[in-house]
Structures are given as C-alpha cells and as structure tokens.
C-alpha cells in the first residue's frame, strides 16, 4: 500500500545477476511522529548502517505537475541527490495509478489513458524528468499497484497497458538502459495472473507489493510465506523480481501479534535466501506506524473506511508512531546486520 501522501517514504531495489550478490535490503525510513528533521535523518543514516543500500521515492504526477505544463520536480531532485550523497540507490515511482486512485493532473483525470493530450502531456513530464536521473538511480515504475485500480475498472486496461509502454519507451530513448516497470501487488500475481501478466509483458522487470492478508483483512500465517515467494519468483520469469513493499501489520484486530510480526521479519529473510538469485531487492514497510492524523488522512484518501484497514494502516511499523519498538524491530536489527555484512558496496548503474 503506497500511501501517496507520505513524501519520505524510501524503499529500496537493485538487480544483480543471478549468484552475484544477496538481493539488497530496504526499509521505508519514515520518521516517527512529531520527530524533527535531525532525527529522520538519524534515521535514515541507521537504516545505511544496518546494511540498507536503496530507498524509493513516490511520487504522485499531480504534484508534479500541479498545473497544465507547470512542474515542480523540486521533491524529486532533492530526493535523487540527498539520497544518492548518502550512498544510496535510488529508484522512483511516478503514479499515474496509485492503488485504487488515478493520479493525473485534475485536468487530465477523467480522460481516458489513450487520450493524444494526456499521452503528449506524460511525454514531456518525463522529458523533464529524465533530466534530473543521474547514475544513482536504479528504476523507474510508472504506477504503484495498478492491478488493483485496473482491477476494479478492466475495460481501461488496454489502453493503461499501451500507455505504460509508451512511457517506457520514451524513458529508455532519454535513458537508455534504465530499467522500467509497473508496480503491482502479490495478491493480483494469484487472483488476477492475465491482468498483471498483460501490464509486464513487455516491462523490464517485474515489481510487487507484499502484504499477506486474507479476504477480511486479518493477516495469514506466516507459514504460507515461502508459498508465495515461490508464486512471485515464478511471475517474475527471467526478468528480476523487485519486492518493493513488504509489510505485516501487529494489531489484534486482524489476528496478529508483535510475536508474529516478528516471525514474519525471518520467514521474509529466508525466503528471499533461497531465491537470492532471482530476487533483486526486498523492501520492508515500515519503520515506524503512522500517526492518527495521518492514518485518518490515508482512510480518506483510499476511500475505505472499515477499521480492519484502519488498523492495518495503523501497525505496520516496525516501531510504533512514537519510536518504541516492537518484537519485530530487534529480528529486522540482527538479520539486517548479518545481511548487510555479506552485501557488496552499492555500485553505480
């Protein structure tokens, strides 16, 4: 669940050839509530520490371009260069679809993605965007969980596919060798494999969310996790796999604990051993909960308001909202540790 709103959060993703190193790790660094710049900071420098070596950042292409061919890539280049400083690659997703909302610009919003202006006025956004890359950034996806949305509306699903490729191949003539994908969930590869497949036919690799939650919104075992890294790496094919969310929520309310939130941290960890040369990154959301305010925020902003999906949104954190840890926190410090020990220095691409 890529919460739109939330400018910090960092995730991580690179492709190695299959044997040549472990997948590298991320973790969405958010800062707890109330914290100052300083201590996000802090934070972000821990999470280098403990052996992460990327982060992501969002970003929504109506706050790109708040207004017809007016930009504000400020966030952007900001992110590319204050991260990259810090050692970090880095890969960024433009929402033109997040989840269960499109993200255009007002203007655009209601036009079908086949639409000749709408098509033109992508174009010159990632023109201008193409301009910012520099060699630390490692992917660009072009919307976040898109089966999802498209889901819901199939017949847009031609026209979002061929629209998706159009944008990956106006990147890779900016860019050339720059890997380009579409953002799209576990629970889409097993329920909807024609619409997910059809989104990445023709991308450069193949990237998920991973969030194991039954049709209730109560979370499943953790027993079933290597079933569905399994599902994924066969998804993925020959193309790497990139495991951009990783998230398991601790609330009660859906049948959790801080003890199987913890479990979660290793079967993650080990699952993505035995498939270490197929999987190019795993990323976990988050390090801290979300505040009331901004959890309010995000059950608006989604449309769902069911308090099973607000306490799901409340309790991914590995801490919670004023930076006390939970179980799971101690289990992401000592596999971090050792995963990170055995990880290269993060090339260039």
Not at 210 to 229: C, H, I, S, T
Not at 241 to 265: D, K, N, T, V, W
Not at 278 to 298: E, N, Y
């Amino acid at each position: 669940m890529k919460p739109a709103l939330l400018a910090v959060c960092l995730l991580s993703a690179l492709a190695f050839p299959a044997g040549a190193a472990p997948p590298l790790l991320g973790l969405a660094a958010n800062p707890r509530e109330g914290a100052t710049g300083a201590a996000f900071l802090e934070g972000v420098l821990d999470a280098r520490r403990l052996g992460v070596s990327m982060m992501f950042s969002t970003h929504r292409w109506s706050d790109l371009e708040p207004k017809p061919g007016e930009y504000d890539l400020k966030p952007l280049r900001e992110a590319i260069s204050g991260l990259g400083s810090l050692g970090f690659r880095v890969a960024l997703t433009l929402q033109t679809i997040d989840t269960n909302n499109r993200t255009l610009p007002a203007d655009l919003a209601s036009r079908p993605f086949d639409d000749p202006e709408l098509i033109a006025r992508f174009d010159r956004l990632l023109e201008r965007v193409a301009k910012t890359l520099t060699d630390r950034v490692g992917w660009v996806m072009l919307a976040n969980e898109a089966d999802i949305y498209l889901g819901m509306h199939p017949e847009e699903l031609p026209r979002f596919a061929a629209f998706a490729e159009h944008g990956r191949a106006t990147l890779r003539r900016l860019r050339p060798g720059l890997p380009v994908g579409v953002t799209c969930t576990h629970d889409g590869v097993r329920d909807r494999p024609a619409l997910v497949g059809r989104l990445n036919r023709d991308m450069d690799v193949v990237t998920l969310t991973y969030y194991p939650l039954d049709e209730r919104m109560g979370v499943r075992p953790v027993a079933e996790a290597p079933a569905d890294f399994e599902r994924m790496v066969r998804a993925a094919g020959t193309r790497p796999l990139l495991l951009q969310e990783i998230g398991y929520p601790a609330s009660p309310l859906l049948g959790s604990s801080e003890e199987r939130q913890a479990a979660f941290i290793d079967a993650v960890f080990d699952a993505v051993d035995r498939h270490r040369g197929r999987i190019a990154c795993f990323s976990f959301f988050l390090l801290h909960d979300f505040g009331d305010r901004l959890t309010d925020t995000l059950v608006g902003y989604y449309g769902i308001p069911d308090p099973r999906f607000r306490a799901f949104l409340a309790t991914l954190g590995l801490r919670k909202a004023d930076g006390t840890p939970r179980k799971a926190w101690a289990r992401f410090q000592a596999r971090a540790k050792a995963w990170g020990a055995e990880s290269p220095a993060v090339p260039a691409r």
